[in-house]
């Protein structure tokens, strides 16, 4: 039986100079790619006229290249251009997510499993998806652990960590939650299984220390900014599982959804706090002040 491999909503890929639409067949049983893991992307948002963060989200996915042992083809200007010719691609109804995409199509000579950096090709996918920012989530505690730098490639936004981030998500939905609160190696929080994670104690808000176990994403730096200059004392900070359940607040951030508040850790009940209510604000406020995306 056939897999119907047409795209879940509206899409536009741009690839080898020509936009193409829906799925395009792209990647082959060969390519290093599909056999051996090496792609990266990232991931950036354009809604009611704006798309925030975008040069940000392009320069990544190039140092994300890098990092993976690639050579970027393109600039980051010239992938944020090509991004704005294709929002004008789609009506404008919906939120729209931003993906640049590269990967290598071979390994490199002697040694097939690194890849090819000569090799590296790139596409840009623009698809219809909806924000659903200020959405309150479920999490539990995720038995499964993020690796560490000499484990994993976790200098890069890699395809090649999500498998562990989908088992998390897996195994917590079997238990009742949306998503998983996840640990580093040492046992100390990183982030949830798809977002950074926040927690407010005594009106000041903390999250945890970057230590290159999960990306400090550019939402999570934008809401901190954004709180801080609202007057907010937000700290960076080694935390443990029981900080999180002693906690008066907490929520996740990301590019996909913003700002989610908590409403359940495990078997405590949480309500959707006023900070959480506060960064979404500010970040859609400031988002919309931003230059439009023409």
Not at 14 to 39: E, K, R
Not at 128 to 156: I, K, Q
Not at 204 to 219: E, K, S
Request: proline share 7%; aromatic share 8%; glycine share 6%.
């Amino acid at each position: 039986m056939s897999v119907d491999t047409a795209p879940r909503s509206t899409t536009w890929t741009h690839v080898d100079g020509q936009w193409l639409p829906g799925n395009p067949p792209l990647i082959g049983p060969t390519s290093h790619a599909m056999w051996l893991a090496s792609t990266v992307f990232d991931g950036a948002r354009w809604f009611d006229g704006v798309a925030p963060d975008l040069d940000l989200h392009c320069q990544r996915v190039n140092r994300s290249a890098v990092n993976m042992g690639m050579k970027p083809t393109m600039t980051a200007e010239e992938i944020e251009q090509l991004a704005l010719e294709g929002v004008k691609k789609f009506d404008g109804n919906m939120a729209i997510y931003i993906k640049p995409m590269y990967w290598a199509e071979h390994g490199m000579r002697g040694s097939v499993v690194a890849p090819d950096a000569e090799s590296t090709r790139f596409a840009l996918c623009l698809f219809e998806a909806p924000m659903d920012a200020g959405v309150p989530l479920t999490l539990t505690v995720s038995p499964l652990r993020r690796p560490s730098p000499e484990t994993a490639m976790t200098d890069a936004k890699a395809g090649s960590l999500y498998p562990n981030s989908g088992r998390a998500i897996i195994e917590a939905r079997s238990r009742g939650f949306d998503n998983a609160l996840m640990r580093d190696m040492n046992g100390n929080v990183a982030e949830s299984a798809s977002s950074n994670v926040f927690m407010v104690k005594d009106g000041i808000v903390f999250t945890p220390m970057p230590n290159r176990t999960f990306l400090a994403g550019i939402t999570r730096s934008r809401v901190m900014m954004l709180l801080r200059q609202a007057g907010f004392d937000v700290r960076e900070a080694t935390l443990s599982v029981e900080d999180f359940r002693n906690a008066d607040e907490i929520f996740c951030s990301g590019n996909y959804s913003k700002v989610s508040p908590v409403i359940k850790l495990d078997d405590r009940e949480l309500q959707a706090g006023p900070v959480a209510r506060k960064a979404l604000d500010l970040y859609l406020d400031w988002a919309k002040s931003t230059v439009p995306a023409e």
